[in-house]
């Protein structure tokens, strides 16, 4: 094959790779975002969900040879097979009436979409990312950024609460917690990181952007994708959110591995609340002392 054909074919291909990341794009900014500012109808959050993993999907399969240029590890790669039918399960567990919730049509689309992959991915297992223990390692350090994250924004976050825990319940809600981090990998995480700190930010490398302006741009995007808490949580949309893809789209630069800003992200997201429902509580009782 000469070199032309081989340019055709590269070509070809960077164009399905930068479709399927602006169809991700418009699928998260304006349609969820925008159309979560004036109204949250039904059929919103499962279509959203499903397009997006399924595109996700797409996007691995189609380029299950160079995972490695968009941060995603055997570790992210694993996570992102396995969390999403975890979280239909996590759904059904706590009887939510959620679409998603298993057996329901859409979630068994999760699980069709998974089962897909995991087959496709099988049949190109000599082109995946090989198994590295400082993923594990970095899943770790995500971990714990995403913990003192948390703990940084708790008190911006109590002005968004609408209830709080008494500090003496602390070890009574912490195994919600560690649920909850489960969920938010599958509903926030894999949602999410994969398209702006991995497809995104790979794609953009390869035209010869700097990274600095990458990890800028997918941060500007990421506030985009969550404009539906403009009028609603302010606090979340102008700190919270800006801060968090700054952290998240570091972690993600230092460690080259999508699976740290999976823990960081979900870890934050499930602490973020619980500790600001302490905060609260906390403060509660600590202003009428202080009035004393």
């Not at 000469?2 to 590269?10: G, H, V």
């Not at 993923?135 to 714990?144: A, P």
């Not at 500007?220 to 968090?244: D, E």
């Amino acid at each position: 094959m000469n070199s032309k054909a081989n340019s055709r074919i590269e070509k070809t291909h960077c164009i399905v790779s930068w479709s399927l990341v602006i169809t991700l794009l418009i699928l998260r900014i304006p349609i969820f975002g925008a159309i979560n500012i004036f109204t949250n109808p039904p059929w919103l959050d499962p279509v959203f969900e499903l397009g997006t993993y399924l595109l996700t999907a797409v996007f691995i399969w189609w380029e299950c040879k160079n995972l490695e240029d968009y941060h995603v590890d055997l570790l992210a790669l694993w996570i992102i097979l396995l969390a999403k039918p975890i979280q239909t399960l996590y759904l059904a567990y706590w009887k939510s009436d959620s679409p998603l919730s298993f057996p329901r049509y859409p979630s068994l689309m999760i699980w069709a979409i998974t089962i897909g992959l995991a087959v496709a991915l099988w049949f190109n297992r000599k082109n995946l990312p090989k198994f590295q223990i400082k993923s594990f390692v970095w899943f770790g350090i995500g971990t714990l950024v995403g913990i003192v994250y948390a703990i940084i924004l708790a008190i911006p976050m109590t002005y968004q609460v609408t209830s709080s825990i008494s500090p003496a319940f602390f070890w009574h809600f912490l195994p919600q917690v560690s649920f909850s981090i489960i969920y938010q990998i599958g509903y926030a995480a894999v949602t999410e990181e994969p398209l702006f700190r991995g497809f995104l930010w790979g794609m953009l490398r390869k035209t010869g952007m700097k990274e600095v302006w990458i990890w800028l741009i997918q941060a500007g995007l990421f506030i985009l994708g969550h404009m539906y808490y403009f009028g609603k949580y302010p606090i979340s949309l102008f700190v919270i959110v800006p801060i968090g893809a700054l952290i998240l789209g570091l972690v993600v630069w230092k460690s080259r591995m999508l699976s740290a800003s999976i823990a960081a992200h979900a870890t934050s997201n499930a602490f973020g609340f619980f500790l600001a429902r302490l905060v609260a509580g906390y403060l509660n009782k600590a202003i009428p002392m202080m009035n004393l």
